[in-house]
């Protein structure tokens, strides 16, 4: 089982409609959240990153909730447009050793449309 | 503002031979990461290098190897490639290694082994 869950899996909306896509992970212990979008045959795109103690951040039309105690996080885009259409990716960082270890969710393929 | 460069962007190498990728991280990032993402698969950690020293290993298999040099650049080797080894290749830099310090990605290499 993958310990970060994205639903849904597949979104359709239309252009100018709001959204929201959820992530549940069960990764511990736990650094930070983030949420990336990525196009096709791209690199992922940060789009926000929060600690433990954030419960949500925003960037432009993305706004990003987390709840630490039931692992739960959304991402909320407000007014979608064309070039939304991509995948939405949920990672949780945990600390190593080392350094830091990613896990990346399943993703949501988010597709805006006229 | 400069960004994390890989090279080559493409790639097609046969059965059992060899390949060599490279990241070039953002100026002064001193922390690089390597992901591969097979077809409709999430992102997996392969390895990470802080300050030209292994700082973490993922999925890596025994037939790929990598190291970052002193200009902070990173190399993935890949050898007796296989099939399966089919895949996009991200490289992600960051300042430092810690969980609460950002990745930022490359485009990419695809790399095809027919």
């Known amino acids: 089982k993958n310990q970060v869950e994205q639903s849904p899996q597949s979104l359709i909306i239309l252009e100018g409609k709001n959204c929201t896509l959820q992530c549940n992970y069960t990764v511990s212990p736990f650094s930070n959240l983030r949420w990336y979008k990525q196009d096709t045959g791209r690199g992922p795109v940060s789009l926000t990153i929060m600690t433990f103690s954030e419960n949500t951040k925003s960037n432009g039309r993305y706004t990003a909730t987390l709840d630490a105690d039931t692992k739960q996080s959304s991402l909320h885009i407000t007014a979608s447009q064309l070039s939304d259409s991509a995948s939405y990716i949920c990672?949780?960082?945990?600390?190593?050793?080392?350094?830091?270890?990613?896990?990346f969710g399943t993703g949501t393929q988010l597709k805006v449309e006229l | 503002a400069a960004g994390v460069i890989q090279s080559p962007r493409h790639l097609i190498k046969e059965k059992r031979e060899t390949a060599t990728l490279k990241c070039y991280p953002i100026p002064r990032h001193d922390t690089v990461y390597w992901y591969q993402q097979g077809p409709g698969q999430d992102p997996q950690f392969l390895i990470s290098f802080y300050e030209k020293m292994q700082s973490d290993k993922g999925s890596i298999p025994d037939r790929f190897s990598a190291q970052q040099f002193s200009d902070y650049h990173s190399e993935l080797n890949m050898s007796s490639l296989e099939l399966g080894d089919s895949a996009l290749y991200f490289c992600?830099?960051?300042?430092?290694?810690?969980?609460?310090?950002?990745?930022?990605f490359g485009p990419g290499t695809r790399l095809t082994v027919t």
């Open positions: 990672v949780v960082s945990a600390p190593t050793g080392g350094g830091n270890k990613l896990t």
């Open positions: 992600a830099s960051s300042l430092g290694n810690r969980g609460s310090y950002e990745q930022y």
